[in-house]
């Protein structure tokens, strides 16, 4: 019994022993370094190009209204961001202006999408009194749906009746 313990012993450390060599010494002596080809790197891919176009593009130009009023009043903050607008669309005839028209809560679903359209349009016609084209302007009204400030306060209120000016990507 001592002679199949022993034996049975030196068969696990042989079965160790054989496997280490294997697989750490002899395996890895055997493999030869292959050699690795460098992957030339464009300089520009199409997503950089991309993301330096949005850079350049001007930001959305925010036209606030008075309550339950549609009539503009342009400021000169405005008119110099309208320069802004104007170059793009020269430097790029693909681009076109969104013009969405928004407003605050109070009034009916209906009576909001129908005055953020009236504010939209507003802007419109006096985009075109400065010449833009109209055949490069989507006009739209999001009413009441998207608001950038609460409700409770007037000046958050105020804040929500606007007409956002930005370039349609």
């Known amino acids: 019994m001592r002679i199949l313990i022993s034996?049975?012993?030196?068969?696990?450390?042989?079965?160790?022993?054989?496997t280490w060599l294997?697989?750490?010494v002899l395996r890895h002596a055997a493999r030869k370094p292959e050699p690795v080809q460098a992957v030339p790197?464009?300089?520009?891919?199409?997503?950089?190009?991309?993301?330096?176009?949005?850079?350049m593009m001007p930001e959305?130009?925010?036209i606030c209204f008075e309550f339950d009023k549609f009539k503009l009043k342009?400021?000169?903050?405005?008119?110099?961001?309208?320069?802004?607008f104007k170059d793009w669309l020269d430097k790029y005839p693909e681009s076109v202006l969104l013009v969405t028209g928004h407003t605050d809560l109070i009034g009916t679903r209906e009576y909001n999408q129908k005055l953020g359209m009236e504010r939209a349009r507003a802007t419109q016609k006096y985009l075109e009194t400065k010449g833009f084209p109209s055949s490069r302007m989507i006009v739209e009204s999001r009413?009441?749906?998207?608001?950038?400030?609460?409700y409770i306060k007037?000046?958050?209120r105020a804040?929500?009746?606007r007409t956002v000016i930005s370039i349609k990507k």
């Open 7 to 18: 034996g049975l012993i030196a068969f696990v450390i042989w079965s160790f022993f054989s």
């Open 159 to 161: 804040k929500n009746r």
């Open 74 to 84: 342009p400021t000169p903050q405005f008119e110099s961001g309208l320069t802004e």
């Open 41 to 55: 790197v464009p300089k520009i891919s199409v997503a950089d190009s991309l993301l330096e176009i949005n850079a």
């Open 22 to 24: 294997y697989t750490d």
């Open 143 to 150: 009413g009441e749906d998207e608001p950038v400030a609460g």
């Open 60 to 62: 959305d130009l925010v």
């Open 154 to 156: 007037a000046e958050d």
